[in-house]
T-cell receptor, first 112, second 112 residues
Framework: NAGVTQTPKFRILKIGQSMTLQCTQD?????MYWYRQDPGMGLKLIYY???????DKGEVPNGYNVSRSTTEDFPLRLELAAPSQTSVYFC???????????FGPGTRLTVT | GESVGLHLPTLSVQEGDNSIINCAYS??????FIWYKQESGKGPQFIID?????DKRQGQRVTVLLNKTVKHLSLQIAATQPGDSAVYFC???????????FGKGTRLSVIA
């Protein structure tokens, strides 16, 4: 199993541009999550999904959108990038019965 | 709302000594707790977890202690090694479907 994979690893955006951060897991996990981590800080939940077709807002959803059309994929969309969205983005997943969330390697995004 | 915090933002220990990282949580309804290790430039990695029906759980060189009376969680690392240098996060969850809530993290530095 590859686990949780994220692409791209790094990206620089100009203010106002849009992009999609990709997240895929091959563990057949129902639950998937998107977090952002600012320098020296903990992880803040952006959006999460408990299964295909279901998404819910987390602590900091403004400026982001998600979709969950398949069990494997949970893309995160930034429509109008702002400097405040400069951060490292982590995707995670877990099984319905499991406790541990498995994290991807992260996407480092800079908005200038 | 729910919050998970840490007493010490940084901790320096001598190689070979034991390390103790502390965490306070505020939600008495939390029933699952977990510790993650995050090395520089990587995603969080699972260390150990504990459910609220337990007070102590041991892994390889790590022990998690849960004191529900004072809402306190700790991670003990025995014979700390240079490879243990990282940021450690505690997280909690208060029901099976809700996402983990993360604390700010403690940076552990091991002095050789």
């Amino acid at each position: 199993n590859a686990g949780v994979t994220q692409t791209p690893k790094f990206r620089i955006l100009k203010i106002g541009q849009s992009m999609t951060l990709q997240c895929t897991q091959d563990m057949n996990h129902n639950y998937m999550y998107w977090y952002r981590q600012d320098p020296g800080m903990g992880l803040k939940l952006i959006y999460y999904s408990v299964g295909a077709g279901i998404t819910d807002k987390g602590e900091v959803p403004n400026g982001y959108n998600v979709s969950r059309s398949t069990t494997e994929d949970f893309p995160l969309r930034l429509e109008l990038a702002a400097p405040s969205q400069t951060s490292v983005y982590f995707c995670a997943s877990r099984s319905q019965s499991g406790g541990e969330q498995y994290f991807g390697p992260g996407t480092r995004l800079t908005v200038t | 709302g729910e919050s998970v915090g840490l007493h010490l933002p940084t901790l320096s220990v001598q190689e070979g000594d034991n390390s103790i990282i502390n965490c306070a949580y505020s939600n008495s309804a939390s029933d699952y707790f977990i510790w993650y290790k995050q090395e520089s430039g990587k995603g969080p990695q699972f260390i150990i977890d504990i459910r609220s029906n337990m007070d102590k759980r041991q892994g390889q060189r790590v022990t998690v202690l849960l004191n529900k009376t004072v809402k306190h969680l700790s991670l003990q690392i025995a014979a700390t090694q240079p490879g243990d240098s990282a940021v450690y996060f505690c997280a909690e969850r208060n029901s099976g479907n809700t996402p983990l809530v993360f604390g700010k993290g403690t940076r552990l530095s091991v002095i050789a």
